[in-house]
């Protein structure tokens, strides 16, 4: 009899304790969960396990957190929402090549000006164009509904598909403008280290060839999309045909990331209740090996140098100086 009652005893006690501790799940300001970092709690040190997750044992109502490179935050345990505690990180440049740092502090009004400075501007050649469109896509509720009340799963997709393609084809005709302007006079740079007439022509010829596959492609391609359409203006590209082209290939590139983000996210959870959201890094990773590998071999490994990726490296060089 004594055995059971000690066995029953030792059952409560294991039962109270364990009621007595909470599992909570620590992550940034940018959905990403804080893996095997060092996490103190009202003093207390934890190691988060893979998932972002630590168990504290009998906590109090308020928690002071901190972690690294984060800011300490003071929170009321009974207002933790869903086990998570949010910890905002500290800014640091790498931000900035991070897709989710543009949606979190600037929303569909940042991301929408992004995809015209990658076409539209110089300086928006190292922004994250695809991971940026692909995480969209998982986002594209939150999104929309920060700006239209709408409640439509599709409605929202056309929406955002339709803004975001629309500032891609204008900055692509701004890009393509001011080709046009200074086409003109490249012809009448001489040659140095980083600019060869050759290159200009074989250009010239290269776009009244394949014009059309050079815009609707270069649009999958970093960097090559920023040039692509300020190449086709230095050439001379026929105005309407470039427009044509502009059209499409801008559509079919917004289109494909966000429809691809979302979607890809909507049947790996209901399918293996897998959470894109929480694996972002992975993502954006894979998505950037795909897009950039193409370019690299091509600027550095191919015994071929590409004439538009040799005109647009004089353009870049040219408008650094100034």
């Known amino acids: 009899m004594k055995p059971i009652l000690a066995t029953l005893f030792f059952c409560v006690i294991a039962a109270f304790a364990f009621s007595q501790s909470r599992q909570l799940k620590i992550q ?24 972002g997750f630590i ?9 002071v957190v901190k972690a690294g490179n984060h800011e300490e935050k003071s929170v009321l345990l009974s207002k933790v929402s869903d086990n998570t505690i949010e910890l905002h990180k500290s800014f640091s440049w790498k931000d900035l090549l991070n897709p989710m740092f543009y949606i979190v502090n600037g929303g569909l009004w940042l ?37 239209f009340p709408f409640n439509n799963e599709y409605l929202n997709l056309f929406v955002l ?17 001011f080709g046009k302007r200074i086409g003109p006079s490249m012809y009448q ?46 050439v001379q590209m026929d105005k309407k045909k470039f427009a044509y082209y502009n059209i499409v290939g801008c559509i079919a590139w917004v289109g494909s990331m966000i429809l ?12 293996f209740g897998f ?5 972002l890094e992975y993502i954006i990773i894979v998505i950037v090996l795909i897009t950039t590998t193409p370019v690299i071999y091509k600027m550095f490994f191919s015994k071929k140098k590409s004439p538009t990726i040799e005109l647009s490296k004089s353009v870049l060089e040219e408008e650094q100086k100034v």
């Open 260 to 271: 691809g983000g979302h979607f890809l996210q909507k049947w790996l959870y209901e399918w």
């Open 161 to 177: 598909i339709a803004l975001i393609s629309a500032m891609g084809i204008i900055g692509n005709s701004v890009g393509y403008w």
């Open 275 to 279: 959470d894109l959201k929480s694996h």
């Open 28 to 51: 940034d300001q940018y959905g990403a969960a804080l893996k095997q970092q060092n996490v103190t709690v009202n003093g207390t040190s934890y190691i988060t396990n893979d998932s």
């Open 189 to 234: 740079w001489k040659d140095t280290m980083l600019f060869k007439q050759k290159y200009l022509h074989q250009a010239h010829d290269f776009y009244e060839k394949h014009g059309g596959i050079a815009i609707i492609g270069a649009r999958f391609l970093p960097l090559v999309r920023t040039f692509a359409p300020i190449i086709a203006g230095i």
């Open 55 to 63: 168990s504290i044992s009998a906590p109090s109502e308020t928690l």
């Open 111 to 147: 991301l929408l000006f992004i995809v015209f400075a990658e076409t539209g501007l110089f300086a928006g050649f190292f922004l994250p164009g695809d991971s940026l469109l692909f995480v969209a896509g998982i986002y594209s509720t939150e999104l929309i509904k920060s700006i």
